[in-house]
């Protein structure tokens, strides 16, 4: 996996803090999209939003369907406000939010003994159910393998030992993460134009979601 360079992760950064801005700020997803060079890109990408030491709020995608900048212009703005497990980030926490980008390779299949901590993060498939952990939480919880393929599990909705199960696939991929502290000028609410929120997320059963362009909803979240 190719590494960025500092000024595209910087670029990635102040467009999250941009989408997670006028979304919080206006209820609308940032119609000023980059295009071209890292922007374009096609990557999997999950986008984490931390006050202070809280989690607030991380959902990603996998596999996108979209360019990198409109993949993380609508994952940043669903964490922000659509990830079920917290309630939607108010205006007065902008000024304390730090932004973790996360982006993954492409998934390859993986045995229990290969399974590094702190590299590999990991992705169970059996039928319709899906789980997915990033690198980063295994090392934050002090986990072992057998550990982390546990949680995976339960992130799948299945039981803690489905890895062994031999429908089951399991899969781990490695990410370049980068982040950014809380800034100390925002951009004025509704500076650019923008496309309003549609006002019912659909949540589908899997911990799967998908983000289509016609219609903003919640992605994968971790």
Known sequence: MLFLCNSDRESLLCLARLAVTEVVSCGQILAEVPAGGVFSERRGVFVSLHVGTRLRGCIGVVDSEETLGNSIVRCAASAALRDP???AMRLEELRHLHIEISLLSTP???R???IE???HGLLIWRGSQRGLLLPQVAVKHHLSAEQFLAET???ARMAPDAWRDPEASLFGFTCEIFSSGAPEV???PCAEPAVPLAAEPQLAEQDERAVKREKFTP???I
Do not use: M, V, W, Y
């Open 85 to 87: 497990r917290f309630p």
């Open 108 to 110: 390859f299949a993986i």
């Open 112 to 114: 229990p003994e290969q």
């Open 117 to 119: 901590i702190g590299n």
């Open 153 to 155: 599990c339960k992130k």
């Open 186 to 188: 925002l951009r004025p």
């Open 219 to 221: 992605t994968s979240r």
